[in-house]
């Protein structure tokens, strides 16, 4: 009675509370897997006592609707006759073209100006799980609308919510290749803890591919999940939340994802606390074991079209081939595009040839971040856009490997005897020529 007086006389007492943001960065049918994997996730949320009104969930949501999708107004995040609907009762808050990077960071500041709908409202004492799903590349992620998410809006902001008092901790889970480029200066003492499918040089994977992706007797034409998603979501199912660690989860998974390096970021600290205190107290579901239908998910596009060629009907197969085809034509414009790129910039350096190659294949670690954006930013407004992909700029799920070459670029700036201006303008001519070229050949 006298704690409750007392939380009523001061407000700001009030009990801590648990947080959500979810997000799919993608758009189309061949990216099932990702709202798929989102809508899964706020069912965890859910199940574990986050309240409905504390979780914030944005995606395109045109993959359930989807004419491709053999069961409408459904999603299901793994193989099987007994497989949950996870788009049931999935309240999706931001959906189609408002979907955008500013608007994931406007709602995690509680930018009310940016995000005409639910925002992050958490307090010091609270809670804050965030779960991004997609394509990713150094230093970049993708949304579905409007250009990439930079890591160094991903830090401004996040040092944003630290500044604001929005959290007592934050875990941020995220699933993109390279994903474990995103999180570069997170301190050990900051309260965030991020997990990433990969590390910063590396795929992440899609899993119930192919012959795998069926459910209840049909099969759905593309994969169902993420490998590391589906690992930690598959975990949390199991029901053990209240008594498991992040510590222990995240080695379990970690094992689990064997196709890449699961990372972890910032503060450990509390790693050995359980997970239901952070994240969610799961229902208990039937443990499907993982099996090995997993795919680079650079080479989904590709290997779902093929795929699709080998199954369709006599009637379907002249169309499904002409998709593989064009998605395998957008692959090597992309390809020989960077190649010309990473050639350009080299053309004045001592070897040109072993200059390009070095600027092509080298790892460099992203420093320079500024350069990194404006060179990225060129590519979203100048480079083709690949129709197969379901781009909307000129980066796309393939592609976004090569956000390594620009920051190649940065890095050796001093070799190539080039400055930043010299390196936009590269860019900018050499996107804009494949654009051209793409277009006379239409
Ligand atoms: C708030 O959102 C608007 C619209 O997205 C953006 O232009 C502005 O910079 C944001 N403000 C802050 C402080 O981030
Ligand atoms: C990765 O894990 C899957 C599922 O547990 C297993 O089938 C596969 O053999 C493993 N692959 C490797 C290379 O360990």
Not at 414 to 437: M, P, T, Y
């Amino acid at each position: 009675m006298a704690a409750i007086a007392l939380a009523m006389l001061l407000p700001s007492l009030a009990l801590a509370e648990k947080w959500a943001v979810i997000a799919a960065g993608s758009q189309g049918f061949m990216n099932y897997r990702h709202q798929a994997d989102a809508c899964h996730a706020y069912q965890i949320m859910l199940k574990s006592g986050v309240k409905a009104e504390n979780i914030i969930l944005m995606m395109q949501d045109d993959v359930a609707k989807s004419s491709e999708n053999p069961f409408p107004g459904q999603l299901f995040n793994k193989p099987g006759n007994d497989s949950p609907d996870v788009y049931k009762g999935c309240k999706v808050d931001y959906s189609g073209d408002i979907v955008t990077a500013q608007l994931f960071l406007d709602v995690l500041t509680s930018n009310t100006t940016g995000a005409k709908g639910k925002v992050l409202k958490s307090t010091e004492e609270d809670t804050v799980f965030v779960n991004f799903v997609d394509h990713g590349g150094p230093g970049i992620v993708a949304f579905p609308n409007g250009p990439f998410l930079h890591v160094k809006d991903l830090s401004k902001t996040l040092k944003t919510m630290q500044s604001k008092k929005m959290f007592k901790q934050l875990v941020f889970y995220m699933e993109a290749c390279e994903s474990g480029s995103m999180f570069p200066d997170l301190q050990a003492d900051g309260k965030i803890l991020a997990v990433t499918a990969s590390n910063g040089q590396e795929s992440s994977w899609g899993t119930y591919c192919g012959d795998a992706a069926m459910v209840k007797g049909k099969n759905i034409g593309s994969c169902l999940g993420d490998l590391f998603s589906v690992n930690w979501m598959e975990d949390d199912d199991l029901g053990k939340l209240a008594s498991e660690t992040f510590r222990s989860q995240i080695s379990k998974v970690t094992k689990l994802t064997n196709k890449s390096h699961v990372c972890s970021f910032g503060d450990k600290s509390f790693e050995n606390e359980a997970i239901g205190d952070v994240e969610v107290e799961g229902a208990v579901l039937s443990e499907t074991p993982s099996t090995d239908s997993s795919v680079d998910t650079r080479d989904i596009y590709v290997s779902q079209a093929f795929w699709a060629w080998q199954n369709v009907p006599e009637e379907m197969k002249s169309q499904a081939w002409t998709r593989f085809v064009s998605i395998i034509n957008d692959r090597e414009r992309d390809d020989q595009l960077f190649a010309k790129i990473g050639g350009k910039a080299c053309a004045d350096s001592q070897g040109p040839a072993e200059c390009q190659k070095k600027m092509l294949d080298e790892r460099s670690e992203l420093k320079d971040m500024d350069c990194h954006y404006t060179l990225a930013r060129a590519v979203h407004e100048h480079c083709p856009v690949s129709a197969s992909h379901h781009a909307t700029g000129g980066w796309n799920g393939y592609n976004m490997k090569f956000s390594q070459v620009l920051l190649n670029l940065c890095e050796g700036q001093e070799v190539l005897g080039k400055d930043l201006e010299q390196l936009s303008k590269i860019v900018q001519e050499e996107c804009i020529q494949a654009k051209g070229l793409t277009e006379v050949v239409i």
